[in-house]
């Protein structure tokens, strides 16, 4: 069993790593890796079942083995949602994913959020390019964002 305060260590060279308080799997000055496994591996690639492997690498692993490491863009893009009082990032949709090519250190997409007025929200609430964070209470999210915003605009007044 691992320790409250101990993560996973790098499973390149071994390293302990401390680990945040609320997760213990997530790592200080490390990044935390998950799969599912895939088709070609011999040792793990569970169909259907869910199970994941867990495992990190060292901020310092990463810097040495950077030749070695590919990067994709793309996958998901952040949705904020316009029209309220508050704009914010309600979910993701899906976005085209580019081929891989050389990481270079420090590189990472910008956040470029699709912009979506809350009007519109609903049409895609059971659309499966979307992810929305409020789930089933999508609904709810829309209700409450209008009447705190129809509230401000009138208070305001």
């Known amino acids: 069993m691992i320790e409250k305060q101990q993560s996973l260590p790098c499973i390149v060279c071994d390293k302990p790593l401390e680990a945040f308080p609320e997760y213990i799997l997530q790592p200080n000055d490390a990044v935390m890796c998950r799969t599912t496994g895939n088709y070609?591996?011999?040792?793990?690639?569970?169909?259907?079942?869910?199970?994941?492997?867990?495992?990190?690498?060292?901020?310092e692993c990463l810097v040495a083995k950077s030749d070695s490491i590919r990067m994709t863009t793309g996958g998901y893009q952040?949705?904020?949602?316009?029209?309220?009082?508050?704009?914010?990032i309600w979910g993701s949709r899906k976005a085209n994913i580019t081929e891989p090519e050389k990481w270079t250190l420090g590189?990472?997409?910008?956040?470029n959020?699709?912009?979506?007025?809350?009007?519109?929200?609903?049409?895609?609430?059971?659309?499966?390019?979307?992810?929305?964070?409020?789930?089933?209470?999508?609904?709810k999210w829309v209700n409450a964002a209008i009447a705190e915003t129809l509230e401000h605009v009138f208070k305001t007044e």
């Open 40 to 59: 070609g591996s011999t040792v793990f690639d569970p169909i259907f079942t869910g199970d994941t492997l867990h495992f990190n690498i060292c901020d």
């Open 78 to 88: 952040p949705v904020r949602v316009t029209g309220i009082k508050m704009p914010s």
């Open 107 to 111: 590189e990472q997409s910008e956040l």
């Open 113 to 139: 959020p699709h912009n979506m007025h809350i009007s519109e929200v609903m049409a895609h609430a059971n659309d499966k390019d979307y992810s929305w964070n409020a789930g089933e209470d999508l609904g």
